[in-house]
């Protein structure tokens, strides 16, 4: 099971969230490969995530893009055994990445979360075929305790959880208070998600549909 699986929202929404993540299966394509070859793989995992557009990368060991200081630091940070990944928010630029990745051909296991239909099509147009598949049912049980769908759809990018309702309505307020803008607002929401799969742009997008702001 991933944890950028179980974002929620609707299908507009959705489309303009897209997670790349890579990692070392154990014992079973790290074996006889240099820790440090290991390394350099997940590292230009993320470089070209880059080069390709994507808006935000992490390393689930060590910390995200603002935790950490930079793209360099969170290259730098980036060793054997990490979890790395990169966010996208277009369809085409996902498209772009999965050529690339097919193309470096770099020997790891890479999952892409996002909507079914949606990558289905990128992985046609990439030349690639699938071979696992996995959907979220969603959140079973007392979901009356559940928060607003609104910040379901912000908290559910952070797979961890760091990202807490409570702090959501902190940012809420503030926007509403005019001590920050939405865009903002999705920026600091996004520096407590350490894996960095947090889609700062789409949670901005969230903020001015809760709080009526234009920016």
Known sequence: MSHTLHRRGDVESLKRDIVF??????????????MAEVGAKLRRFMEIGISKGCIYIGNASTGNVDTLGGVDKVLESTVEGATVHCVFDDEDKAVEMMKALKEEDLGLSVVVSGLFDMLGECCK?????????????????????LAEEPIMEIN????????????????IKKIQEGRMTCTQGGKELGKTCTCGIFNWERAGEILKRITGMPE
């Open 21 to 34: 993540l890579m990692l070392p299966a154990h014992r079973i394509n790290d074996v006889d490969i240099p």
């Open 125 to 145: 147009k990439s030349g690639l075929s699938p071979h696992t598949v996995e959907y979220s049912l969603g959140i079973w049980g007392d979901t009356e305790m």
């Open 156 to 171: 559910t990018m952070c797979g961890h959880g760091m990202v807490s309702v409570n702090r959501i309505r902190d940012i």
